[in-house]
């Protein structure tokens, strides 16, 4: 058996594969319309987070994202302060000549979604601390725009949600270092997509002020057109015989998840199925095959793996 590497990044969020089923699609044109945050709940794996990115490449917006951990606070979607920084640069300085503590002001995903301009200059007019955007690819994007995802909100402490209410509700908020305002301008509208999968219960004001969806139960069919997407993207060829073989794996999936659900254990979703088509693929191994009950194993009943 000859193997090959991985064609591509199994987790990278380029957005060029996705699946937009039609509960979610409404959902977004309601979070456009009314301005407010969409907050995707549904199963790990499920294609949560994936989505954000595919909507700003079709669109061609600017893009985003942070990737919340228990340590995340309201402010770091916002802006950092390098204060150790800071102190050293005053201790080396001569003739006590303060620091400009713009120069230590870092932009948060959310500064640069409202206003990429001063984002850029750090609150400033300085071009001396001028600030790289984060995704090189936003030059070839549109301004006004922007997509940012907010990843595994449920993650952080139970008081970063509601932190972030008010610059979500106003587009603006002050960086107290430097009594600098940042406000929107008036031509640009965010899309600010948060994904959570529900470790922790979210505060009823923050889900007050938020558009919610939950994704669709998975299918087989839907199973069948993400992996006909997904090769597509990735300038692979489909065949007959590579539509057979998905709706084969779709089978044992909807399988898998219902022993999964009968052990107690957390039920294989999206990302599994395209981890068992890589692998069936490149490796050539044939579904019912030993091999095949070995990889099943490895990517779809995971019973080490409690309940989520």
């Avoid at 199963?43 to 990115?53: D, F, M, R």
């Avoid at 932190?163 to 587009?171: A, N, W």
């Avoid at 590579?242 to 219902?258: C, G, K, P, V």
Wanted: hydrophobic share 40%.
């Amino acid at each position: 058996m000859t193997i090959h590497p991985a064609p591509r990044i199994p987790d990278g969020r380029d957005g060029k594969a996705y699946v937009l089923q039609r509960e979610i699609s409404f959902a977004v044109k309601v979070a456009v319309a009314t301005g407010r945050p969409l907050l995707l709940r549904g199963e790990p794996g499920s294609g949560k987070s994936s989505l954000a990115a595919h909507l700003a490449r079709t669109w061609n917006w600017r893009y985003y994202e942070h990737v919340v951990t228990s340590r995340t606070g309201a402010r770091d979607l916002l802006w950092s302060f390098d204060a150790v920084r800071r102190l050293g640069d005053a201790q080396l300085r001569q003739h006590g000549e303060r620091p400009h503590d713009i120069a230590y002001v870092e932009p948060g995903v959310l500064w640069w979604a409202f206003a990429p301009d001063s984002a850029a200059q750090r609150g400033g007019a300085n071009a001396d601390h001028h600030a790289d955007d984060p995704n090189p690819d936003n030059a070839r994007r549109a301004r006004e725009h922007a997509v940012v995802l907010i990843d595994e909100i449920d993650k952080a402490d139970p008081d970063m949600p509601n932190g972030i209410l008010v610059p979500l509700g106003s587009s603006e908020f002050e960086v107290t270092e430097t009594r600098t305002r940042i406000r929107a301008a008036d031509d640009v509208r965010p899309l600010i997509i948060i994904t959570t999968n529900e470790d922790r219960e979210l505060p009823q004001a923050f889900l007050r002020r938020c558009v919610v969806a939950w994704l669709p139960e998975l299918t087989g069919e839907h199973l069948v057109k993400v992996a006909t997407e997904h090769l597509r993207a990735y300038g692979e060829k489909v065949t007959e015989s590579d539509t057979t073989l998905a709706e084969a794996l779709a089978r044992e999936l909807m399988a898998a998840r219902r022993q999964a659900a009968d052990l107690g254990v957390r039920k294989p979703s999206t990302a599994e199925f395209l981890d068992a088509l890589r692998a069936i693929r490149e490796l050539g191994i044939e579904v019912g095959s030993p091999e095949w009950e070995d990889l099943r194993s490895l990517v779809l009943i995971k019973v080490q793996q409690p309940a989520a």
